[in-house]
């Protein structure tokens, strides 16, 4: 890996033409990835991915003009301290619209810093003359990308994205936790609090419930992950929708199941009980934040619910 201060100005250009090669790809990735969910974001990528193939374009006139045909194979990767892309966010579906326009964002201003740094540490006065030209059209490109956003993404198709950026992350992620932390919460209350009451023995409650809430995190891991495979819901990917119900259902039954580690049975039950008021009460906010259900409609629903399978619990258990 060489150091940039040891380049020669041929290699110095090869890399300049090989990062803006390599930014328009990830452009175009970037429009490839939200063509569908967002297709006016998509434009904007688009003609950044073209005015990144001008200037490589330019650049390669230069070059050649200067040193032949001949164009050294050099990278980010083989320059010492380079900017790098260390994760691969134009090759991810979904795509989260906030992110790729932050990334893109960061990619512009980080390259034009580190084009204008090395100015500073390079002694050669063509490369530096280089650098800092290469600092200015990094620069340019960073105003470019905002006269796009101004002239396409107006605050209506701004407004609009953002809505179906929510809708699908309530889709993917919000849904399958929320069902997965109500199953946990309330289906393993019966067989804990019944172990609970039976036994008098908080050891052997906990050990119900620790099964309870790993048995029921796998199930419903497997049960979502296996319902649909998100193509035509758009849903998002089942890995991902099964593990997000699957740890949300485990964490939903360790909540309760956790106080029973505590010796005294009757401190570690008020404890428990403490924690499944604070289980449904969480449930109904997510159910009024992102759900759109009134607060005391989702409120009077999960505690109900919870309730009836508490006092199933306790009666079974005393019996």
């Not at 090989?18 to 490839?32: K, L, M, Q, T």
């Not at 490589?56 to 320059?79: A, H, N």
């Not at 290469?134 to 609009?160: C, F, Q, S």
């Amino acid at each position: 890996m060489k150091r940039f201060a040891d380049l020669s100005e041929q290699e110095i250009l090869a890399l300049a033409i090989s990062n803006e090669d390599e930014d328009s790809r990830i452009y175009r990735g970037f429009a490839e990835g939200l063509r569908e969910p967002f297709p006016d974001s998509a434009k904007v990528f688009d003609q950044m991915a073209d005015e990144e193939v001008r200037h490589r374009t330019m650049l390669f006139d230069l070059y050649r003009s200067k040193f032949g045909e001949y164009l050294p194979l050099i990278r980010r990767q083989d320059v010492k301290g380079f900017l790098r892309h260390l994760k691969p966010l134009w090759l991810m579906r979904p795509l989260a619209i906030k992110e790729v326009r932050k990334f893109a964002e960061a990619m512009e201003v980080e390259a034009g810093r580190f084009y204008r740094k090395a100015a500073e540490l390079t002694r050669e006065a063509s490369a530096r003359q280089l650098l800092l030209e290469l600092g200015e059209a990094e620069k340019g490109h960073e105003n470019l990308a905002h006269r796009l956003e101004d002239k396409i993404l107006t605050p209506g198709v701004r407004a609009a994205e953002e809505e179906k950026q929510r809708r699908l992350f309530v889709l993917q992620y919000v849904q399958p936790g929320l069902a997965g932390l109500m199953d946990g919460s309330v289906s393993t209350l019966a067989p804990l609090f019944a172990a609970a009451f039976a036994t008098h023995n908080t050891w052997e409650t906990f050990l119900v419930g620790l099964a309870a809430s790993v048995g029921a995190g796998i199930s419903m891991a497997f049960a979502e992950a296996l319902s649909d495979d998100g193509s035509l819901t758009g849903r998002g990917t089942p890995w991902v929708r099964g593990s997000v119900t699957g740890i949300m259902t485990a964490v939903g039954g360790l909540g309760h199941t956790l106080p029973y580690l505590i010796p005294d049975f009757w401190t570690a039950t008020a404890i428990a009980v403490g924690v499944v008021v604070v289980e449904l009460a969480v449930i109904s906010w997510i159910r009024h934040r992102f759900m759109d259900t009134p607060l005391l409609s989702a409120a009077f629903q999960v505690m109900v619910g919870g309730a009836l399978v508490f006092l199933a619990g306790i009666l079974i258990g005393s019996s």
